[in-house]
C-alpha cells in the first residue's frame, strides 16, 4: 500500500467503528473512559508486521501522546492477530509494555508463550470454529503454550461456533453486546500492569427445577455466585438448548424470568458471571417442562 491508501484501514477493526461516528468511550465497573486508538497501515514491502514497526509506534504513544503507560494494548486481525502475538511473545522486555493483547483469527504464528507468561500480559483470544483460512487452533494451542509456562495471569479465550475467517467483520469488535458480553473494549479497560492477577469468579446458576406446562414460566437465580477477590458487575443468562416457544424477559440480572414455558421438555439456560476485571466463568441449570398439571 502507499501512503494516500491509509484509508484503506478504515473497512474494518476499530477503524471501522470509529469512522462510522463511535468515540470510543465506554464505561467500565463505574469508571468512564475513552481509547486514544493508533491504526497503523502495514507497508506491502515488509510482508508482515515486523516488531520494530510495532516498537516504533509504541514510542510515539509514550513520547506525543496522554496515555497511560500501564493500559496499553496490542490488537489485530487475521495477519495482525498474528502480530498481535509474535510482538510480545518476541522478548520479556516487549511483552511488558503491555497491558493486554487481543489477537483475532491468527494464523499459526505464536509458538511460545514463555515471554507473554512471564511477563504478565493479560489475554483475550479469539477465533471462529469454521474458519478455513486459518484454523482456530492457532489461537486454542498458542493459549495453551502460554499456560503451560506457568502463567499467573490465564488467558481469557472465545471460540465462536461459527463466522469463518471473518469473525471480525461484525463481531470481534462490536462496541455493544449483541455478539458477546463483555465486549473487547470493556476487558481492555479492566486491564492494567499494576493489577495482581486475577482469581475468576465462580458462576453458579442455582438447582435444576420442573415445571408444568401449567406454569408457564420460572424465575432463575444467580446470587449464589461469588468472586474470590473483587466483585461481580454483570450477570448475563442466554438459552443453550430446548423447545423455542420461550424467551428471557431480562438477560442481565440476577434473577430473570423466563417466559412462555408452555411446551413440554428440557430447557437448559448458561449464566455468564462477569468480575471486575472483565473476566468470566459460567454455570448451567435445566428446567424440565412436563405436561399439563402433573405436578398439581
Known amino acids: 500500500y502507499r501512503p494516500e491508501d491509509l484509508k484503506k484501514i478504515n473497512c474494518c477493526g476499530v477503524p471501522k467503528y470509529i469512522l462510522g461516528g463511535h468515540n470510543m468511550t465506554f464505561t467500565w465497573n463505574g469508571k468512564t473512559e475513552s481509547f486514544v486508538v493508533l491504526a497503523p497501515q502495514l507497508y506491502s514491502r515488509y510482508g508482515t508486521w515486523e516488531n520494530y514497526f510495532i516498537d516504533s509506534m509504541i514510542r510515539y504513544a509514550k513520547d506525543n501522546l496522554r496515555i497511560d503507560t500501564n493500559r496499553i494494548f496490542l490488537t489485530g486481525l487475521s495477519l495482525g492477530g498474528g502480530a498481535s502475538w509474535v510482538y510480545p511473545a518476541s522478548s520479556v522486555r516487549r511483552a511488558r509494555q503491555l497491558a493486554g493483547i487481543v489477537p483475532v483469527v491468527s494464523p499459526c504464528f ?3 508463550g514463555c515471554n507473554i507468561a512471564n511477563a504478565n500480559v493479560a489475554v483475550l ?4 470454529w469454521d474458519d478455513n483460512l486459518a484454523s482456530a487452533y492457532c489461537t486454542i494451542n498458542a493459549v495453551k503454550s502460554i499456560d503451560g509456562c ?3 495471569i490465564h488467558p481469557d479465550m472465545i471460540i465462536y461456533q461459527n463466522g469463518g475467517h471473518y469473525v471480525w467483520v461484525h ?6 453486546y449483541r455478539y458477546f458480553n463483555p465486549n473487547i473494549y470493556e476487558w481492555m479497560l479492566a486491564q492494567n500492569r499494576n493489577n495482581k492477577p486475577n482469581i475468576r469468579p465462580i458462576a453458579k446458576a442455582g438447582k435444576d427445577i420442573t415445571i408444568s406446562t401449567a406454569d408457564g414460566e420460572v424465575i432463575l437465580d444467580g446470587t449464589a455466585s461469588s468472586d474470590p477477590d473483587g466483585k461481580i458487575v454483570r450477570y448475563v443468562w442466554q438459552k443453550i438448548s430446548g423447545p423455542s416457544y420461550d424467551y428471557i424477559a431480562h438477560e442481565v440480572t440476577t434473577h430473570p ?3 412462555g414455558l408452555t411446551y413440554p421438555g428440557v430447557y437448559t439456560y448458561q449464566l455468564r458471571v462477569i468480575d471486575d476485571r472483565a473476566e468470566w466463568s459460567t454455570d448451567s441449570v ?3 417442562v412436563v405436561d399439563g398439571n402433573v405436578l398439581k
Open 150 to 152: 506457568g502463567a499467573k
Open 286 to 288: 435445566r428446567i424440565t
Open 110 to 112: 505464536m509458538m511460545n
Open 125 to 128: 483470544a479469539i477465533h471462529a
Open 171 to 176: 463481531r470481534t469488535y462490536d462496541t455493544g
Open 257 to 259: 424470568v423466563v417466559k
